[in-house]
């Protein structure tokens, strides 16, 4: 039997905090378990499950692995000022005229990450 992905890691500084962030952007839970100031979060929400854990070392590059996030229940663009509000930053906007596109934003730690058009704005 082949290996399988059981979660996504993230080395962070706060992994409360960001698995915090990430649970609300992804409608999941954080652990029953997790609490403030533990070393590690494990956030799980409907396919997927990421675990955050606390390192001292600062994120220095672009990441080499990133999430691309694709709405279910709103449009790219309503999804994209919902997570900016939730306290992420605009990295880049690569949105064209004719509505495709995505847009690039960061957690916030750092992290970058994709938002792409819902499947209902991809079937138009």
């Known amino acids: 039997m082949s290996s399988v992905v059981r979660h996504l890691t993230f080395d962070c500084h706060d992994a409360y905090r960001l ?21 590690e979060a494990l956030v799980e929400a409907p396919g997927s ?3 955050f854990v606390n390192v001292t070392d600062a994120k220095t590059v672009k990441n080499r692995v990133h999430l691309d996030l ?6 790219r663009d309503e999804e994209v000022e919902r997570i900016l509000a939730l ?16 847009v690039t ?19 138009r």
């Open 19 to 39: 698995g915090s962030f990430w649970a609300t952007v992804l409608d999941g839970s954080l652990s029953e378990d997790d609490r403030p100031g533990d070393p």
């Open 49 to 51: 499950a990421l675990l």
């Open 70 to 75: 694709q709405p279910q229940d709103r449009t």
């Open 87 to 102: 306290g992420a930053t605009l990295v880049a906007d690569h949105r064209t005229p004719e509505g495709l596109g995505w």
């Open 105 to 123: 934003l960061a957690d916030p730690e750092g992290n970058e990450f994709c938002v792409e058009r819902s499947a209902t704005e991809r079937a």
